[in-house]
């Protein structure tokens, strides 16, 4: 039984979904499978994409901002009342918006039903219902629990505190930062096991006082996602993500502000492609016009031939935390990227598979220097699948799951 906040169909529009999509996709084909998934507005239709990668679902109403009418009066309400639990629990308020009473319910019957051999619930914030289900299990030594972290809720604040020029800002995202990690430490008692998607991850959970702790990555379904690069003129470099993700906001800008204008200049010719749900919002609401070679695409449902075409993946992140999918798409695909030291945690700092710059000045001379050696982009290209195919595959990540499994 899979647990997650976000219904894995064909759309979802992020790395994290992405992943927990080809996760059930890969699942599916050894063992029988249910998607206990919370199922937001307008979703009452997709769950038949998910019963199409082989398994079975069962949809948990979860009021979101795409209420309308009185259910967005019960919204207001659901979100009063997750911020008086996160008062009184001392729990990050994004946890307690999560949980409710009926959906632990829901979750509870469907485990009941199904009777998995092992439930894994994916996401930091969905870990109230692992307590819960502990709960419910008592001392038997089924269900096993697997808790999958995907990122340390801690690492965004703390980095967030980091990049604050106000005070009273840093000292919230610190405060912030510390109740995720009392919580964090919580979460992992109430797990069998609990993964972490990086190494670094691991290392900063089991500082903080995470127990049973396993480092697993996500990865690429690389029977799905073929290399195929052959770059064409114009030369387009591509960033892809869901620009309602603030690292990938934060990221975008330095692109737009500090990166490309000095890459234009030297590269007239170039362009800038942004990719990802909201990605022309992002555009269209800057204070400042964007610099010349920049466009924005939107959601793009098959992303092969952009992929294919553009010379390289740019991605300066400073944000965020665990494992990130857009690179790890980037090199499945042959694209070859330059990265940040965040963008690459989890994955290699080894140049001759990324190109890895710090966000500073010497992030548009990167771009630069990679742009203009194709013999070096195609050794990357060819390095990066090869990486993603012996490390990254879901056919060896879910093998390694099936022996938490029966552990």
């Known amino acids: 039984m899979i647990l997650t906040p976000y219904l894995p169909h064909r759309r979802v529009g992020h790395g994290g979904g992405t992943a927990v999509r080809d996760l059930v996709t890969w699942l599916a084909r050894r063992h029988r499978v249910l998607v206990a998934s919370l199922l937001r507005p307008g979703e009452e239709g997709l769950e038949d994409e998910v019963r199409d990668l082989g398994a079975e679902v069962a949809g948990i109403p979860f009021r979101d901002k795409g209420a309308a009418g009185p259910a967005k009066v019960l919204l207001a309400a659901d979100r009063a009342l997750a911020a008086v639990a996160a008062a009184a629990t001392g729990h990050p308020f994004y946890i307690r918006k999560y949980w409710s009473r009926s959906a632990a ?11 998995p051999d092992a439930i894994q619930i994916e996401y930091l914030q969905m870990g109230l219902y692992c307590r819960d289900l502990r709960r419910w299990r008592g001392a038997a ?15 965004p604040r703390d980095r967030h505190a980091g990049l604050a020029a106000n005070p009273v800002a840093r000292r919230l995202y610190r405060r912030e930062a510390a109740r995720w990690r009392s919580y964090q430490v919580a979460a992992s008692t109430w797990a069998d096991r609990t993964l972490c998607v990086t190494p670094e991850d691991h290392a900063l959970y089991a500082a903080m006082g995470g127990r049973n702790l396993v480092t697993m990555p996500l990865g690429m379904d690389t029977a799905a996602v073929t290399c195929a690069w052959h770059p064409v003129p114009p030369e387009r470099h591509l960033f892809l ?7 990938n906001r934060s990221a975008a800008e330095f692109l737009l502000t500090r990166v490309w204008p000095e890459v234009h200049r030297a590269r007239p010719e170039a362009l800038l492609l942004l990719a990802g749900r909201g990605s022309r919002q ?18 793009v449902d098959d992303l092969a031939e952009l992929f294919g075409s553009c010379r390289l993946f740019v991605a300066p992140l400073t944000e965020g935390g665990g494992i990130k999918i857009k690179i790890l798409e980037a090199m499945a695909r042959g694209l070859p990227v330059v990265t940040s030291p965040v963008g690459a945690e989890g994955i290699t700092t080894d140049p001759r ?21 194709l013999d070096a982009c195609r050794r990357r290209s060819a390095a990066a699948r090869g990486l993603i195919e012996e490390q990254f595959s879901w056919r060896s990540i879910t093998e390694r799951l099936a022996d938490l499994y029966r552990d």
């Open 241 to 247: 993500g869901s620009f309602q993700h603030r690292p």
């Open 353 to 373: 598979i990324l190109a890895v710059s710090p966000c500073d000045e010497s992030f548009a001379g990167s771009v630069l220097a990679a742009a203009a050696d």
């Open 105 to 115: 319910a829901h979750i509870r019957a469907a485990a009941a039903a199904f009777a």
């Open 141 to 155: 030594p089924r269900p096993r629990l697997i808790l999958n972290s995907h990122e340390l809720g801690s690492v």
């Open 282 to 299: 992002f555009l269209a609401d800057r204070k400042a016009p964007a610099p010349d070679g920049v466009r924005a695409l939107g959601f």
